[in-house]
């Protein structure tokens, strides 16, 4: 990272909030769920599908928890009057994980039912590494009773390839991702090179042991060799499908399009749409620098 990529991402907190609103619209589909569905009808007209998430996590008090699952209910109603190709996906936190374990799994078996009762699916997305152990034994759990869950796996993390070895037998599914939180060395891969290895190692892994997957990246390097491993391994297309962010590489989305390939974009919507946006930015430095154009330029 670049001496002005690291004061843009440090700066960031001290950007008003109108510039980063200007530049996150983008990446989030919005505050409402109408104009989230308006955006996945969008991406459906490209021959994509998308995963919902209501933004807000961190919950830390039951009555929050309720107003989200509410949230997730009539989410996956409004999916099923419209006839999307779209599913959702959730932070156990958003739930009250952070309040009461059997109140997040009590809400979380009402979104799944409720999702089975309009046909659709539900991903468990993964959070720091403080809860990675409650939402692999929740979803663990979960999955031996309900066939419309999945989770995620974070491969910069150390303890995922044992975690491949302990999920499902039967039904396993799997969105694979690089991570983003900050964690201790003892905990996770710092080089970027080793992140890599490990998402790679992580993929072969899963997809050998049959389970279906989401393959989550816009790193080129990393979709080279997702390909390399499915061709390899003749690995059906309705065995697994590449996910994006919403607005990130969407040149490279129409290109695995084009190819055949199943394509998933997360699309992220609501009133805390600026602890996410904050968070993507810090992430990516060049789509920070959008920040500093719009701070001085007013473009």
């Not at 949230?71 to 994980?97: D, H, P, W």
């Not at 979380?108 to 699916?121: D, K, M, S, T, V």
């Not at 080793?194 to 990246?217: F, W």
């Not at 390097?221 to 003749?234: F, K, N, P, S």
């Amino acid at each position: 990272m670049s001496l002005f990529d690291w004061l843009i991402v440090h700066g960031l907190p001290i950007v008003p909030k109108p510039i980063v609103r200007r530049v996150a619209s983008r990446y989030v589909a919005g505050e409402t769920l109408d104009a989230a569905l308006a955006t996945v009808e969008k991406l459906a007209a490209e021959g994509a599908m998308a995963t919902l998430d209501l933004l807000g996590e961190e919950v830390r008090d039951s009555g929050r928890a309720e107003t989200n699952t509410e949230a997730y209910e009539a989410m996956l109603a409004a999916i099923a009057q419209r006839g999307l190709t779209a599913n959702v996906s959730l932070k156990l936190s958003a739930l009250g994980l952070k309040v009461d374990e059997e109140l997040c799994r009590g809400n979380l078996e009402r979104i799944l039912a409720a999702a089975r009762q309009h046909g659709n699916f539900v991903r468990i997305d993964m959070e720091d590494a403080s809860s990675t152990e409650a939402t692999l034994h929740i979803y663990r759990d979960l999955q031996a009773r309900h066939s419309n869950v999945g989770v995620v796996l974070q491969a910069y993390l150390r303890r995922t390839l044992p975690d491949i070895d302990a999920l499902p037998r039967v039904g396993a599914n799997v969105r694979i991702c690089k991570g983003i939180y900050i964690e201790r060395r003892a905990v996770a891969y710092k080089a970027y090179e080793t992140v890599r290895l490990n998402y790679l190692r992580a993929l072969e892994k899963l997809l050998a042991r049959g389970v279906y997957v989401g393959i989550a990246t816009h790193d080129d390097h990393l979709i080279c060799g997702a390909l390399a491993l499915v061709d390899r391994l003749r690995v059906p297309r309705e065995r697994y499908e590449f996910q994006m962010l919403l607005g990130v590489e969407p040149e490279l989305r129409r290109v695995l399009l084009a190819a055949g390939h199943r394509l998933r974009v997360y699309v992220p919507y609501g009133r805390d749409w600026y602890p996410y946006s904050v968070r993507r930015l810090r992430e990516n430095p060049k789509i920070a620098r959008h920040v500093a154009r719009a701070m001085f330029t007013g473009s």
